[in-house]
């Protein structure tokens, strides 16, 4: 998956909407179009982790994602696109570039 469609796809994840291919969408919570903004750099930001993880939480599926690190120490130092990989995995929304050749 390119950058932007990890960040896509990370963002549909935790609840932005009507996201165009601008990469403008509107976050959760939000009144409508008024509030509509560039996504977050999922890919790029390491400061994003904490959503993604809340958004882990609430889904209920911590333990899936745990289970794809070594421990705690491989959870805080993978690269940033590493750790997308991973959330994107363990909620289903990873889309395997053999995958699409074949």
Not at 19 to 27: A, E, F, K, Q, Y
Not at 43 to 60: A, P, Q
Request: hydrophobic share 40%; proline share 7%; charged share 20%.
């Amino acid at each position: 998956m390119t950058p932007q469609e990890i960040n896509i796809a990370i963002a549909e994840a935790c609840g932005w909407v009507a996201i165009t291919s601008d990469v403008v969408g509107i976050p959760p919570g939000s009144r409508g179009t008024a509030d509509a903004r560039l996504i977050p750099n999922y890919h790029g930001d390491l400061n994003t982790r904490d959503e993604m993880l809340g958004n882990i939480i609430e889904s209920g599926k911590m333990k899936q994602f745990s289970n794809r690190f070594a421990g705690i120490w491989d959870a805080l130092s993978i690269p940033q696109p590493e750790f997308c990989e991973r959330f994107l995995r363990t909620i289903g929304k990873w889309i395997d570039p053999q995958k699409l050749n074949t």
